[in-house]
């Protein structure tokens, strides 16, 4: 099986990681499992990226006052 991909959006090695996976023995499972764990840490990280930002931010200027969410996702994160 392979897969052939022209201007859709996948990068190459995204799709050498999911053929891998397919010819695993834990096949197609294990696979989309690998792809979604990818993308939460991801995600996660360009998370932890925007608080660090806006924790910078706020450091130099203390008068700036943020919306509540910001300031909880900054506790949190801290």
Same mark, same amino acid.
């Given at each position: ?8 959006? =996948?990068? /190459?090695?995204?799709?050498? +990681? ?8 834990? $096949?197609?499972?294990?696979? *989309? ?9 991801? =995600?996660? /990280?360009?998370?932890?990226? +925007? ?8 450091? $130099?200027?203390?008068?700036? *006052? ?11 994160? /801290?």
């Amino acid at each position: 099986m392979f897969f052939k991909c022209v201007k859709s959006g =996948y990068s /190459k090695s995204q799709l050498e +990681f999911v053929h891998d996976g397919i010819m695993s023995p834990n $096949g197609l499972s294990s696979t *989309i499992a690998n792809v979604r764990r990818r993308g939460l840490t991801r =995600y996660y /990280k360009l998370y932890k990226i +925007f608080a660090e930002r806006v924790r910078r931010i706020k450091a $130099g200027n203390p008068a700036n *006052i943020y919306p509540l969410y910001l300031r909880l996702w900054i506790n949190i994160v /801290k």
